[in-house]
């Protein structure tokens, strides 16, 4: 369901609905408009479509699929909850084996062909993930990733009705994934069950979101192109000058040396304002606990606010 | 090897010595056991040694001040949340407040987000007003999501230091009782006066500053940007503060 990124879901019947936008897409893909006046981001030509979609997205998951997800979360015990989610988990163990070696990971095929078998067999159909326990780590591979590793591009992002943030490669990517996964051929029921419980598990993150994103959609689409990316490489930090090229690193900011002079006049706003850094003395002063606590501060140069 | 490194590390001195011990007993040893040696093969290798006990000292005083940024912040993090609800927010403010302007390049950080273009046309009031929403936003964001503990803990994988120069700090944070069980924190560190500071953090390959610039210039390309980003971002933090 919505920004569930890894966790979507596997029905056959959203495979056609790929199918369709992907037809959808094609058609209007001669639109290359500026919305609102503001830049067509490269990666997100369909930026309108897709903040439509977000949107609906975002109806489903707060009339829906949240007060369905809570109460699922509310009437079952949380250990229930972790075996549905090592069951399901479990049933996409034959996909990801498929796809280690498809990308030529035959040590991790052999691995995860390892950890499938145990938690099928010991791990009473996967409800319990005791191949963790025995060193055999889960991976995540999925047929994205293995057509990234072949060369296929990524694509434009899209935000797809119901399952959420992808990009065109995804497409293929999901119907393969949901071909691959018994989940798929068991029965609507059993799909219902799977995607309450990829609500559920995507709480966390998703109420994350909401508290520190400035704007939802921007920030679900760098964060999802960006997790892909990760998963792509396995995590792999070769290339973590990335963490620190940025267009204009080395351009120039016109105020290198006007940091200090920045951070002086950031004294007098706050001062012009509310009396902020009285009330932080006061809290100081009368709470022992925090001095003791304050590790000893040498950057006391800088008088930034915390309460307001 | 090991025993040696953390002697060049606090004492040079001491090190100078052992080595020129060790070097005095394998003299030694070569007398009696060869009886063939010069001189002059003993100063060559007493010179080399020197130099690369030298290269040695220099590489882990660097490194272990960069690494120790990050491990220093990180343990503030688990101390915050081990006194959990002990602590108000505002308290918690004040101690996650003195521990990122320690360890953290916030107006670096904050330049890159906003990007030159941009930053250039602010007028110092402007940056002055961001710089500290902007800061007390990080803040807030650390003191309502770092609140309690079930058993978190950061260990510490790798350091990297990248072609030009920075260096990239890894380590993994362990939720036990999460659903997400690790994430892998990737802090990135640059140098500036101060020393190694914090410039950017990703989360299992998220890159905070690369989806902050997204979010931000977004936002200041629209009517009135400057304006709209301050209220968007006291709105957030006031959220955070309820």
């Given at each position: 369901?919505?920004?569930?990124?890894?966790?979507?879901?596997?029905s056959s019947l959203f495979a056609v609905s790929f199918v369709a936008?992907?037809?959808?897409?094609?058609?209007?893909?001669?639109?290359?408009?500026?919305?609102?006046?503001?830049?067509?981001?490269?990666?997100?030509?369909y930026e309108g479509f897709n903040r439509t979609m977000f949107d609906f997205n975002d109806g489903v998951d707060k009339y829906f699929a949240e007060p369905v997800s809570d109460a699922y979360t509310w009437v079952t015990p949380q250990f229930v909850q972790t075996g549905v989610t090592n069951f399901f988990d479990n049933l996409k163990g034959i996909n990801v084996v498929l796809n280690d070696f498809m990308q030529g990971k035959g040590k991790q095929g052999a691995e995860d062909t390892g950890r499938f078998l145990v938690n099928s067999t010991v791990g009473l159909l996967g409800l319990f993930d005791v191949a963790t326990e025995i060193g055999l780590e889960q991976h995540n591979e999925d047929f994205a990733q293995t057509l990234a590793v072949w060369g296929v591009s990524q694509g434009p992002y899209l935000v797809l009705p119901l399952l959420g943030p992808s990009t065109t490669?995804?497409?293929?990517?999901?119907?393969?994934d949901a071909a691959a996964n018994p989940a798929t051929y068991i029965g609507v029921p059993v799909q219902v069950v799977q995607m309450l419980n990829a609500r559920a598990s995507a709480d966390g993150e998703i109420n994350f979101i909401e508290e520190a994103a400035l704007d939802r959609y921007v920030f679900t689409r760098e964060s999802f192109l960006q997790y892909r990316d990760n998963l792509i490489s396995d995590g792999q930090i070769e290339d973590s000058d990335a963490l620190f090229d940025f267009e204009e690193e080395d351009e120039d900011f016109g105020d290198e040396e006007l940091a200090q002079d920045v951070v002086d006049k950031k004294t007098e706003v706050s001062e012009e304002g509310i009396t902020v850094v009285d009330e932080n003395k006061e809290i100081l002063i009368n709470d022992e606990v925090i001095e003791q606590v304050e590790p000893v501060a040498d950057s006391s140069d800088v008088t930034l606010d915390a309460t307001e | 090897m090991g025993k040696q490194s953390l002697l060049i590390s606090n004492n040079t001195l001491g090190v100078f010595i052992l080595f020129a011990f060790n070097k005095i007993k394998l003299f030694c040893l070569i007398i009696i056991s060869f009886g063939i040696t010069t001189t002059v093969v003993a100063t060559e290798n007493n010179d080399s040694t020197t130099a690369i006990v030298e290269e040695v000292v220099v590489k882990e005083k660097e490194g272990i001040v960069a690494k120790v940024i990050v491990t220093d912040f990180q343990s503030v993090l688990i101390d915050a949340m081990k006194q959990g609800k002990t602590l108000s927010f505002e308290d918690r403010c004040l101690y996650f407040?003195?521990?990122?302007?320690?360890?953290?390049?916030?107006?670096?950080?904050?330049?890159?987000?906003?990007?030159?273009?941009?930053?250039?046309?602010?007028?110092?009031?402007?940056?002055?007003?961001?710089?500290?929403?902007?800061?007390?936003?990080?803040?807030s964001t650390y003191a309502f999501n770092f609140n309690e503990f079930s058993d978190e803990s950061f260990k510490y994988v790798s350091e990297h230091t990248t072609k030009k120069g920075n260096v990239v700090v890894r380590s993994i944070l362990y939720i036990p009782e999460g659903k997400r069980k690790k994430v892998t924190f990737d802090y990135a560190l640059k140098k500036n006066s101060d020393g190694w500071r914090i410039y950017n953090i990703a989360a299992d390959g998220v890159s905070d500053l690369a989806t902050r610039r997204s979010e931000y210039r977004r936002i200041l390309s629209g009517e009135d940007g400057f304006n709209a980003l301050i209220a968007i971002i006291n709105k957030k933090i006031d959220n955070y503060a309820k």
């Amino acid at each position: 369901m919505y920004m569930t990124s890894h966790k979507k879901s596997d029905s056959s019947l959203f495979a056609v609905s790929f199918v369709a936008i992907t037809l959808l897409l094609s058609g209007c893909s001669s639109k290359q408009l500026t919305e609102d006046g503001v830049e067509v981001v490269e990666v997100d030509p369909y930026e309108g479509f897709n903040r439509t979609m977000f949107d609906f997205n975002d109806g489903v998951d707060k009339y829906f699929a949240e007060p369905v997800s809570d109460a699922y979360t509310w009437v079952t015990p949380q250990f229930v909850q972790t075996g549905v989610t090592n069951f399901f988990d479990n049933l996409k163990g034959i996909n990801v084996v498929l796809n280690d070696f498809m990308q030529g990971k035959g040590k991790q095929g052999a691995e995860d062909t390892g950890r499938f078998l145990v938690n099928s067999t010991v791990g009473l159909l996967g409800l319990f993930d005791v191949a963790t326990e025995i060193g055999l780590e889960q991976h995540n591979e999925d047929f994205a990733q293995t057509l990234a590793v072949w060369g296929v591009s990524q694509g434009p992002y899209l935000v797809l009705p119901l399952l959420g943030p992808s990009t065109t490669r995804g497409i293929p990517g999901g119907i393969f994934d949901a071909a691959a996964n018994p989940a798929t051929y068991i029965g609507v029921p059993v799909q219902v069950v799977q995607m309450l419980n990829a609500r559920a598990s995507a709480d966390g993150e998703i109420n994350f979101i909401e508290e520190a994103a400035l704007d939802r959609y921007v920030f679900t689409r760098e964060s999802f192109l960006q997790y892909r990316d990760n998963l792509i490489s396995d995590g792999q930090i070769e290339d973590s000058d990335a963490l620190f090229d940025f267009e204009e690193e080395d351009e120039d900011f016109g105020d290198e040396e006007l940091a200090q002079d920045v951070v002086d006049k950031k004294t007098e706003v706050s001062e012009e304002g509310i009396t902020v850094v009285d009330e932080n003395k006061e809290i100081l002063i009368n709470d022992e606990v925090i001095e003791q606590v304050e590790p000893v501060a040498d950057s006391s140069d800088v008088t930034l606010d915390a309460t307001e | 090897m090991g025993k040696q490194s953390l002697l060049i590390s606090n004492n040079t001195l001491g090190v100078f010595i052992l080595f020129a011990f060790n070097k005095i007993k394998l003299f030694c040893l070569i007398i009696i056991s060869f009886g063939i040696t010069t001189t002059v093969v003993a100063t060559e290798n007493n010179d080399s040694t020197t130099a690369i006990v030298e290269e040695v000292v220099v590489k882990e005083k660097e490194g272990i001040v960069a690494k120790v940024i990050v491990t220093d912040f990180q343990s503030v993090l688990i101390d915050a949340m081990k006194q959990g609800k002990t602590l108000s927010f505002e308290d918690r403010c004040l101690y996650f407040k003195d521990a990122i302007l320690k360890s953290h390049d916030v107006l670096k950080s904050l330049r890159t987000i906003v990007g030159s273009k941009e930053w250039r046309k602010f007028t110092d009031e402007q940056k002055a007003l961001l710089t500290e929403v902007f800061t007390r936003f990080i803040v807030s964001t650390y003191a309502f999501n770092f609140n309690e503990f079930s058993d978190e803990s950061f260990k510490y994988v790798s350091e990297h230091t990248t072609k030009k120069g920075n260096v990239v700090v890894r380590s993994i944070l362990y939720i036990p009782e999460g659903k997400r069980k690790k994430v892998t924190f990737d802090y990135a560190l640059k140098k500036n006066s101060d020393g190694w500071r914090i410039y950017n953090i990703a989360a299992d390959g998220v890159s905070d500053l690369a989806t902050r610039r997204s979010e931000y210039r977004r936002i200041l390309s629209g009517e009135d940007g400057f304006n709209a980003l301050i209220a968007i971002i006291n709105k957030k933090i006031d959220n955070y503060a309820k």
